[in-house]
C-alpha cells in the first residue's frame, strides 16, 4: 500500500513526536461490498495537514465524510493509499501497535459522546491513559487538567447519567484531549446537542484545541461551524476539493 514512505517502527511512538508533525493521506481509496456489487466511497483522495491546521470538512449526506474521518482516526484500512504521520506509514502497523500508536496520537470527538455509563467523568477522561499503561497518579491528574479546562471541574466524580448533554460531550472532549494527541478528528461533535448547547460544546472545543495546537479535522453539516475553521473542505464523488 506504500509507494515509498518508509514503514513506520513498531508501537504508539511510529512517528516522531512535536507539533511539527505533517500528516498526509495519499491516494486513499475504501469501497465496501454489498451482495456483488462493489461500491466505492473514497476515490482517490489526496490531503496534507500541516501542524496546528483546523480544517472542516462538508459535503451531503453519504458522502463518506465518516468513512474518511474513520481512515484518518486509522479505525478503518483504506483499500489502497497511505496514510503517513511524519512520513511513516502508519498502516504498516499490525493491529495491536495501530491501536497502541491510535490510542496515544489521535483524539477522537464522535457525535455520540460514547462514554461508560458505569465509570464518573473523571474515569471516562483517564481512559486512554490508564489505556497507555501510564501510572494511576498521572492519568489522574491528566484527566483532572482536561476537565477544568472544559469547564467541569465541579462534576469530577458525576456519572454520565448525572450529566447534562452538553457537559457529557465536554467530556468526550476531554477524553480526546487527555493524551496530547497529534491529531485530533471529531465527527459532528455537536450534531447531537440542541443550538446553545451546541455552540457553547463548539467553544470549548476550539478553544481548547487552539491553546493545546493539535492539528484538527472537523466533519460537520453545520456550515456556520465550518465557517469558523481557516479551511474547508468539501468532499464530493469521493474526492475533497477546496469549499
Given at each position: ?127 486512554p491513559a490508564v489505556l497507555a499503561g501510564l501510572p494511576d497518579t498521572e492519568s489522574r491528574r491528566r484527566a483532572t487538567d482536561m476537565l477544568s479546562e472544559v ?93
Amino acid at each position: 500500500m506504500s509507494d515509498g514512505a518508509s514503514p513506520a517502527p513498531a508501537g504508539a511512538d511510529a512517528a516522531p513526536r512535536g507539533r511539527g508533525l505533517a500528516i498526509e493521506a495519499r491516494g486513499v481509496c475504501r469501497s465496501f461490498a454489498r451482495g456483488r456489487e462493489r461500491i466505492e466511497v473514497l476515490k482517490g483522495v489526496d490531503l496534507r495537514l500541516g501542524p496546528g491546521d483546523q480544517v472542516a470538512v462538508v459535503g451531503a449526506s453519504g458522502a463518506g465524510k465518516s468513512t474518511l474521518l474513520h481512515v484518518l482516526a486509522t479505525l478503518d484500512r483504506p483499500t489502497s493509499g497511505d496514510l503517513l504521520f511524519g512520513g511513516h506509514d502508519v498502516f504498516a502497523l499490525d493491529d495491536r501497535d495501530l491501536a497502541a500508536f491510535r490510542n496515544r496520537r489521535i483524539g477522537l470527538v464522535f457525535q455520540f459522546h460514547h462514554l461508560l455509563p458505569e465509570f464518573s467523568a473523571l474515569e471516562n477522561a483517564m481512559m486512554p491513559a490508564v489505556l497507555a499503561g501510564l501510572p494511576d497518579t498521572e492519568s489522574r491528574r491528566r484527566a483532572t487538567d482536561m476537565l477544568s479546562e472544559v469547564g467541569l471541574s465541579h462534576r469530577l466524580h458525576h456519572r454520565p447519567g448525572e450529566l447534562s448533554g452538553g457537559e457529557q460531550q465536554r467530556v468526550a472532549v476531554a477524553r480526546a484531549l487527555v493524551m496530547s494527541p497529534d491529531l485530533v478528528l471529531a465527527d459532528e461533535p455537536t450534531g447531537n446537542l440542541d443550538a446553545d448547547t451546541g455552540g457553547a460544546v463548539e467553544e470549548v472545543l476550539l478553544r481548547v484545541h487552539r491553546e493545546r495546537g493539535a492539528t484538527l479535522v472537523l466533519v460537520t453539516h453545520d456550515l456556520d461551524l465550518a465557517h469558523r475553521l481557516p479551511r474547508r473542505l468539501r468532499l464530493q464523488a469521493g474526492r475533497l476539493e477546496a469549499a
